[in-house]
T-cell receptor, first 114, second 109 residues
Framework: DAGVIQSPRHEVTEMGQEVTLRCKPI?????LFWYRQTMMRGLELLIY????????DSGMPEDRFSAKMPNASFSTLKIQPSEPRDSAVYFC????????????FGQGTRLTVV | DAKTTQPPSMDCAEGRAANLPCNHS???????VYWYRQIHSQGPQYIIH???NNETNEMASLIITEDRKSSTLILPHATLRDTAVYYC??????????FGGGTRLMVKP
């Protein structure tokens, strides 16, 4: 398996624009997580899904952020409208719940909002 | 989830053992200790986890004290590629991993 795949790897956008980050989890994994990493706040869990259903979105900073998982092989994190303070590296991770297994992280999307 | 405390940074000589401590004095009976690391610009990577007993795998060893209030991750022969931020996480299900500040390990030649 190619691992967790995120796209794009880098995104530069202007303030006010809509941004969509994409994630393809490892096949067969039933948990998917979205994290955000900044120098100031470190790694923060934004939301996670189990079997495509959002379980906990308490980490989503505000209504400008939304996440979907339309099927087991694809998830999106959308920011609308984007603001400079949204600049961060966004990581997606997936995990299989059968027995204990670790979470596998993607390479991240570096978002810069100017 | 129980809170963890780690030193912000440590140095280690290449080829020597790196011992990274973690305090988790409020850990509850069903919570595991997990270690992940993050090499610069990459996503975090799982290293090892344990509940009560000491654990060893191809990457590292995990020593958990008998009262489970602290643990130590041991990299037996650190290499330059082990330079990373190491996160100790306490969690009861493996989900909702909450990352603290971690320890920045610098392996020096």
């Amino acid at each position: 398996d190619a691992g967790v795949i995120q796209s794009p790897r880098h995104e530069v956008t202007e303030m006010g624009q809509e941004v969509t980050l994409r994630c393809k989890p490892i096949s067969g994994h039933d948990y998917l997580f979205w994290y955000r990493q900044t120098m100031m706040r470190g790694l923060e869990l934004l939301i996670y899904f189990n079997n495509n259903v959002p379980i906990d979105d308490s980490g989503m900073p505000e209504d400008r952020f939304s996440a979907k998982m339309p099927n087991a092989s694809f998830s999106t994190l959308k920011i609308q409208p984007s603001e400079p303070r949204d600049s961060a590296v966004y990581f997606c991770a997936s995990r299989y719940s059968g027995g204990w297994t670790e979470a596998f992280f993607g390479q991240g999307t570096r978002l810069t909002v100017v | 989830d129980a809170k963890t405390t780690q030193p912000p940074s440590m140095d280690c000589a290449e080829g020597r053992a790196a011992n990274l401590p973690c305090n988790h004095s409020t850990i509850s009976g069903n919570e595991y200790v997990y270690w992940y690391r993050q090499i610069h610009s990459q996503g975090p990577q799982y290293i090892i986890h344990g509940l009560k007993n000491n654990e060893t795998n191809e990457m590292a060893s995990l020593i958990i004290t008998e009262d489970r209030k602290s643990s130590t991750l041991i990299l037996p022969h650190a290499t330059l590629r082990d330079t990373a931020v190491y996160y100790c996480i306490v969690n009861n299900a493996g989900n909702m991993l909450t990352f603290g500040g971690g320890t920045r390990l610098m392996v020096k030649p």
